[in-house]
T-cell receptor, first 113, second 112 residues
Framework: EAQVTQNPRYLITVTGKKLTVTCSQNMNHEYMSWYRQDPGLGLRQIYYSMNVEVTDKGDVPEGYKVSRKEKRNFPLILESPSPNQTSLYFC????????????FGPGTRLTVL | QKEVEQNSGPLSVPEGAIASLNCTYSDRGSQSFFWYRQYSGKSPELIMFIYSNGDKEDGRFTAQLNKASQYVSLLIRDSQPSDSATYLCASGGGGSQGNLIFGKGTKLSVKP
């Protein structure tokens, strides 16, 4: 089944404790992206990657890191999480070209205490 | 700042009626437009995309695009309670390095 997977789906952590949210897709997509979604603010892009070893900042990159060492994986790293990073996070992927359908992962609900 | 604007709603329609959702975009270079449906706490799910001016129909859904007015709409015929969700409009293909620009969504409520 073609899909984007994320792990963990739910995470409660404490301020300053490094964490990684994994994202993997099995559709051989070149483009991958991370979003956060907060009430009243909609989907905001954190980072995106056009292909392996190519990443770039989105609209809200502060406090996050990403890497793209393999085409299928695009982990999101929070080196020192803070309470304002409590949010619902989505990974997405698609083939190159903005006209192509973008698929979303199931989401990760993160709470930072 | 390239933007996609949507009325946040909530838009309330009775079951069986036509729901009309609207969106405007600021980037004249945008070439592709998408409508996603999102249930509370779930991930966005693509329901329609449109690239050309005019109408595109898929079952109970019709997307309409007017590039001159920079306006996109989604019509849902014979609305069902299961259509109750937030609908996100997105544009792509403009000057945003291929990234989709999302509106904040319109919440639709279909009353039985």
């Amino acid at each position: 089944e073609a899909q984007v997977t994320q792990n963990p789906r739910y995470l409660i952590t404490v301020t300053g404790k490094k964490l990684t949210v994994t994202c993997s897709q099995n559709m051989n997509h070149e483009y991958m992206s991370w979003y956060r979604q907060d009430p009243g603010l909609g989907l905001r892009q954190i980072y995106y990657s056009m292909n392996v070893e190519v990443t770039d900042k989105g609209d809200v990159p502060e406090g996050y890191k990403v890497s793209r060492k393999e085409k299928r994986n695009f982990p999101l790293i929070l080196e020192s999480p803070s309470p304002n990073q409590t949010s619902l996070y989505f990974c997405a992927s698609r083939h190159s070209g903005p006209e192509r359908e973008q698929f979303f992962g199931p989401g990760t609900r993160l709470t930072v205490l | 700042q390239k933007e996609v604007e949507q009325n946040s709603g909530p838009l309330s329609v009775p079951e069986g009626a036509i729901a009309s959702l609207n969106c405007t975009y600021s980037d004249r270079g945008s070439q592709s437009f998408f409508w996603y449906r999102q249930y509370s706490g779930k991930s966005p799910e693509l329901i329609m995309f449109i690239y050309s001016n005019g109408d595109k129909e898929d079952g109970r859904f019709t997307a309409q695009l007017n590039k001159a007015s920079q306006y996109v709409s989604l019509l849902i015929r014979d609305s069902q309670p299961s259509d109750s969700a937030t609908y996100l409009c997105a544009s792509g293909g403009g000057g945003s390095q291929g990234n989709l620009i999302f509106g904040k969504g319109t919440k639709l409520s279909v009353k039985p």
